[in-house]
């Protein structure tokens, strides 16, 4: 997977800048036929655009109540499952390919070009098909979902 990235900031005279120009180096794999690196991140809201630190350094495992995360994902023919719920809204872009999308049994099949907005429900990747999919996700934190004198909490 190369995933250039392009980030703005500003000289000391407030001129626009390329402050970064290059090829995510923080790929990673956590099962087979998968990968992903993250963008930026950011731990405050609202963010501050002055932060000097790099975006992409930081431990994004467990987001915290004003992180936010830019990651883009490639998810394998015969990617493993991984059925999840994460306490974050998540805005996602299917950048290149097709997969399908299992909540709790029921499958929505995307394409490239498709967007979905994932509100806290428990989900799955299925890449069915011969071709990659990459997907562009921005993850807000949220609040855990609280239905039925139930918490539905992230795991997975």
């Known amino acids: 997977m190369k995933i250039r990235r392009i980030v703005t900031g500003h000289d ?16 990673i794999s956590r099962r087979d ?3 992903s690196c993250v963008v930026w991140s950011t ?4 963010v501050d655009n002055l932060d000097v ?6 431990d994004v495992s467990i987001l915290q109540k004003k992180d936010t995360v830019f990651r883009i994902v490639q998810y394998e023919p015969g990617v493993a499952p991984r059925n ?9 872009i299917v950048m290149s390919g097709s997969i399908d999308m299992d909540l709790d049994g029921h499958i ?14 428990i989900h799955n990747w299925i ?20 239905l039925i004198n139930k918490t539905l909490l992230a795991h997975g």
């Open 127 to 146: 890449n069915h098909g011969t071709e990659p999919c990459v997907i562009a996700f921005i993850l807000i934190a949220a609040k855990p979902i609280d």
């Open 84 to 92: 999840h719920r994460t306490e974050t809204l998540d805005y996602a």
């Open 53 to 58: 630190n790099d975006g992409n350094s930081r």
């Open 43 to 46: 731990g405050n809201f609202p």
């Open 12 to 27: 000391q005279n407030g001129k626009a800048i390329v402050k970064h120009d290059e090829l995510c180096n923080n790929i």
């Open 33 to 35: 036929f998968h990968q």
């Open 108 to 121: 929505v099949h995307l394409n490239q070009g498709d967007v979905i907005v994932q509100r806290g429900t």
